[in-house]
């Protein structure tokens, strides 16, 4: 479980992440007042002064989740180029060992992400969200955020209907935390939650508790995968 604790990396993450309001993405509709995705309507992109004036920003439509991160979980998780790993020859190591070697080989074609990609990376930010408001109950809150971290790691082990892995890399990493703790309040918060966390042991729950703290979302969509 300590996997998902990096103690003051975050302190670092302060950059502003901003993004158009005009997205290339063929499945995203805009006009001056909001911006439909397959049929979800989400938030104008907020004022970014007003946005980051505060701890939690402006959740305009009062899901849990700052509005332009929602914006960005959204297009991020719109297409995607599929690629696997086959077989490339041997290759022999240093010591002399020989070992099979691979490539990975990519997709023509961009496909779209499975709706229940967007909505576990919704159910880590709104747990982001409430980590740092209370950042000194950071082993209160911790399962919170916990159980969004462990949901993605089940379906990152899910394949769509195509057998395709449902994406390429962690959700909850680098790029979540710089749109997610962008401001230095947020980055302090952050890195004071995972200070509180230092020390301590965590257990790793069972497969069917890991799937139980999906959130109900995450658990409609998944009916679509069996």
Same mark, same amino acid.
């Given at each position: $479980? ?6 003051? !990396?975050?302190?670092?993450?302060? !950059? ?21 995705? @397959? =049929?979800?309507? *989400?938030?104008?992109?907020? @004022?970014?002064? *007003?946005?980051?004036?505060?701890? *939690?920003?402006? @959740?305009?439509?009062?899901n849990g989740v700052r509005d332009d991160v929602e914006r960005w979980i959204y297009e991020t998780y719109d297409e995607y180029v599929p690629c696997h790993q086959e077989p490339d020859g041997e290759e022999t190591l240093p !010591?002399?060992?020989?070992?099979? !070697? ?19 990376? $919704?159910? =880590? ?20 955020? &916990?159980? &969004? ?21 962690? $959700? ?14 947020? &980055? ?8 509180? *966390?230092?020390g301590g042991v965590y257990d790793l729950p069972t497969d069917d508790a890991i799937l139980q703290g999906c959130s109900q979302d995450v658990h409609i969509l998944l009916e679509d995968l069996k």
């Open positions: $479980m300590q996997t998902f604790i990096n103690i003051l !990396s975050s302190l670092l993450l302060l !950059s502003v992440v901003s993004f158009s309001q005009t997205p290339t993405k063929k499945s995203i509709e805009t006009n001056t007042t909001k911006w439909v995705v @397959d =049929g979800h309507v *989400l938030p104008p992109e907020p @004022d970014p002064v *007003l946005n980051n004036a505060t701890l *939690l920003g402006i @959740d305009v439509n009062n !010591s002399g060992q020989v070992v099979q !070697s691979a490539k990975e080989v990519c997709e023509e074609t961009p496909v779209p992400y499975h709706p229940v990609v967007r909505a576990v990376a $919704m159910q =880590g930010a709104r747990a982001a969200q409430i980590i740092i408001q209370e950042p000194e109950k950071a082993r209160e809150t911790r399962e919170i955020f &916990a159980k &969004a971290y462990l949901c993605s790691m089940v379906v990152d082990d899910m394949k769509d209907a195509n057998g395709r892995k449902m994406y390429k890399e962690y $959700m909850f990493g680098d790029k979540f935390k710089k749109i997610q703790f962008n401001t230095i309040q947020r &980055a302090r918060a952050f890195g004071e939650y995972n200070f509180n *966390l230092s």
